[in-house]
């Protein structure tokens, strides 16, 4: 089948695929820190993850993120997507 024009990604909760606009961005950069990038523009290496905070839980649970990057990540930047989707709601 062909491949439509919208990039997919992966969400780190779900394990879904969706239109890369509609999900939240966390970006590692050059340096290794990580942070939120609401433009998707932001340089690095990404990982998706719905609006949702189920997903959000689930990507807690699973380690969604650690297994994304690879890394351990701080808690601080689950906190910082709980702050993300609080505003989105
Ligand atoms: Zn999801």
């Known amino acids: 089948m062909a491949k439509g024009k919208t990039p997919l990604r992966k969400c780190i909760g779900c394990n879904e695929l969706f239109d ?3 999900l939240i961005r966390i970006v590692k950069d050059s340096d290794g820190e990580f ?8 340089n690095g290496r990404g990982a998706y993850i719905c609006k949702s ?3 959000l839980e689930k990507a807690i649970k ?13 808690k601080e930047i689950y906190d910082e997507l709980q702050v993300e989707l609080d505003a989105l709601e």
Not at 62 to 74: A, C, P, Q, T
């Open 35 to 42: 942070s939120i990038d609401s433009t998707g523009r932001k």
């Open 62 to 74: 699973n380690h969604g993120l650690e297994r994304s990057f690879k890394v351990k990540i701080d």
């Open 20 to 22: 890369k606009r509609s």
């Open 53 to 55: 905070k189920e997903c």
